[in-house]
């Protein structure tokens, strides 16, 4: 019988439960989520929902299937797919500079090199000169928008220590941090390539020190499976229908008090594109709390401030509009199928090869990668993928036929505990159209 990936849905907590379920006395922390630090407090569960650094899997809280434990089956292939770590705020407000500490932002400690063989390394240094005729539209420091911060940067190596622990000491299973054994793909932006040099340096911190360069395999930038990046004009038409419905603009209605507090502080009121749903604020105010910024108040004209209040409540909006775009909205499945359905096949054709020519594959994405990825798993309802979140798709073979196990932030999904390999692959398959490129570009 064909799997459904549907059937195999998990509860989650409710977005809502973010703002109701608020303990004054942990700020921007709760069982509900925790937005304010990558360390997640020691009265909740380990795998607590955490932002700004995602619960993932580790030698600790690791338990092998019994199924091979029993029958002496072996652990053939790793595919970790996952989101970068914390970075700086990728929207900005019109006078952004006003709205942050006056030292700015640090990326000192995560200098990104960019070189050829045979050239000179060239260090990114990024600095905004005080007299830029333009400098109040940007922070202070040395990080540019988007950037990897250097919190990021540990979180990302703890992350590779983790895994190495698990897949090296615990299990035996990776045997050297070397090309042979591990094949690593990102997205084009410097973080994902930042997060997985990180990981691979935490793995082997004598390589690193050798300087050796790692092959990180990328598509072109236009036509991206994994950001995902593709032209789809086909999914943008169905996005454009399901967002001019009540289900959608009730949400954005009934929130205009909230929405105009947020733009006395940021200063964006009448800008388009803060106002089509709260994607921007979300960005704006987790890469702050995130990385131990204060969140933002404008003094132009009287102080106005977002409150904790506030913050919680644009956490859980943001939860909303992520499980109605991708998993709630109607003909959400065919949306997110056209718009990850290159994904899906790269996926499903990595993981249906007779011999795996690498251990561990390492795909470093976007919260728009994981976020199809968890929707077309059919974990749901969906959160918005937390910096770091990452989904692990452990393949066993016992007495000659291979299973598959998928873990989503260091727990075993229910319902994919042990699922025949070819059946698996089937269902990705499924979550492929037709005539991909036909059906996007409505030929």
């Known amino acids: 019988m064909q799997l459904i990936f549907q059937n195999l849905a ?23 989520g925790v937005y304010n630090s990558s360390e997640t407090p020691s009265m909740l569960p380990w795998n607590t929902y955490n932002f700004c650094n995602a619960p993932h899997i580790n030698a600790l809280h690791y338990a092998p299937p019994p199924l091979a434990v029993s029958a002496a089956g072996q652990l053939v292939h790793v595919s970790v797919v996952m989101r970068h770590h914390k970075r700086t705020p990728d929207n900005l ?50 990080c540019d928008a988007g950037q990897l911060t250097s919190g990021g940067l540990i979180d990302a190596a703890q992350h590779g220590k983790d895994l190495w622990e698990l897949y090296h000491d615990h299990l035996g299973f990776l045997s050297v941090v070397s090309p042979e054994e591990i094949w690593v793909r990102t997205s084009t932006e410097d973080r994902t390539m930042q997060v997985a040099g990180a990981m691979l340096a935490a793995m082997d911190p004598l390589r690193a020190a050798r300087g050796q360069p790692w092959a990180v395999h990328t598509q072109p930038s236009s036509i991206d499976s994994l950001v995902p990046a593709y032209p789809c004009p086909a999914a943008n038409s169905i996005r454009d229908a399901f967002q001019a419905v009540p289900a959608w603009t009730d949400h954005l209605s009934s929130n205009v008090s909230l929405k105009a507090r947020l733009d006395d502080a940021f200063g964006t009121a009448d800008i388009g594109s803060w106002a089509s749903w709260y994607d921007h604020f979300f960005d704006a105010l987790t890469a702050r709390t995130c990385n131990g910024h204060p969140l933002p108040c404008n003094d132009f004209a009287g102080t106005k401030c977002v409150s904790e209040a506030d913050a919680a409540a644009v956490f859980a909006i943001g939860d909303f509009e992520y499980d109605y775009i991708w998993h709630a909205a109607e003909n959400a499945s065919t949306y997110n199928s056209l718009t990850f359905g290159a994904f899906f096949a790269e996926l499903a054709d990595a993981l249906a090869v007779p011999e795996f020519s690498h251990r561990l594959a ?28 990452e989904v692990v798709f452990e393949v066993w073979e016992v007495v000659g036929t291979r299973f598959v196990r998928v873990f989503h932030e260091g727990t075993v999904i229910k319902g994919m505990e042990w699922i025949p390999l070819e059946e698996f692959v089937g269902t990705l398959r499924l979550l492929v159209p037709d005539q991909l490129f036909e059906r996007c570009m409505g030929d």
């Open 10 to 32: 998990f509860a989650l907590p409710l977005a809502s439960s973010v703002v109701t379920a608020q303990n004054p006395g942990l700020g921007l922390s709760s069982a509900s």
């Open 93 to 142: 407000a019109p006078s952004e500079r006003a709205l942050n500490p006056p030292m700015g932002w640090d990326c000192s400690k995560a200098v990104q090199l960019t070189y050829d063989l045979g050239g000179v390394a060239i260090a990114h240094d990024a600095t905004t000169p005080a007299q830029h005729p333009f400098a109040r539209t940007i922070w202070s420091g040395t």
């Open 362 to 389: 390492l795909y470093v994405g976007h919260d728009g990668s994981l976020v199809r990825l968890l929707a077309g798993l059919g974990v749901v309802p969906l959160r918005w993928p937390s910096f770091g979140a």
